[in-house]
Nanobody
C-alpha cells in the first residue's frame, strides 16, 4: 500500500528557509508524478511544485518560482521541497501527493489529479 509521510514543517521568520521531506513507500518511486501542495485557512488547496524524474521535469507555481526547489532521492525514496526566502503568504499546511506519471505531462499542479496524499505538515512564516 502506497504511503506518504511529510516532515520538516515549522515556524520561521520571513526571509528564512525550511526543507520539507516526504517519505514514500509502496511506490515505483521514479515512475510517478509527485507534487507538493498547500492549503491556507479559508483557501483552496493549490499546487506548489511537481516533479517527474522519468523525464527530469519539474514544475512550479509562479508564486514560488525562484524561491522553492523540488527534488527527489530515488535511493531514499524521498521527495523534498527546499523553501527559501519565505514570505508570510507561504503560511499553510503543506502536503505531498502522488499520481500517475501522465499527470505530469498535462496538469501537474492540479490537486484533483492526484490520488494519494500525505497527512500534511504546517509551515508558519512570521513577518
Amino acid at each position: 500500500q502506497e504511503q506518504l509521510v511529510e516532515s520538516g514543517g515549522g515556524s520561521v521568520a520571513a526571509g528564512g528557509s525550511l526543507r520539507l521531506s516526504c517519505a514514500t513507500s509502496g511506490y515505483a518511486f521514479s515512475s510517478f508524478c509527485l507534487g507538493w501542495f498547500r492549503q491556507a485557512p479559508g483557501k483552496e488547496r493549490e499546487g506548489v511544485a511537481a516533479i517527474y524524474s522519468g523525464a527530469s521535469s519539474t514544475f512550479y507555481a509562479d508564486s514560488v518560482k525562484g524561491r522553492f526547489t523540488i527534488s527527489q532521492d530515488n535511493e531514499l525514496r524521498t521527495l523534498y521541497l527546499q523553501m527559501n526566502s519565505l514570505k508570510p503568504e507561504d503560511t499553510a499546511t503543506y502536503y505531498c501527493a502522488a499520481t500517475g506519471s501522465i499527470v505530469c505531462y498535462g496538469s501537474p499542479l492540479t490537486p484533483t489529479r492526484y490520488n494519494t496524499w500525505g497527512q500534511g505538515t504546517q509551515v508558519t512564516v512570521s513577518s
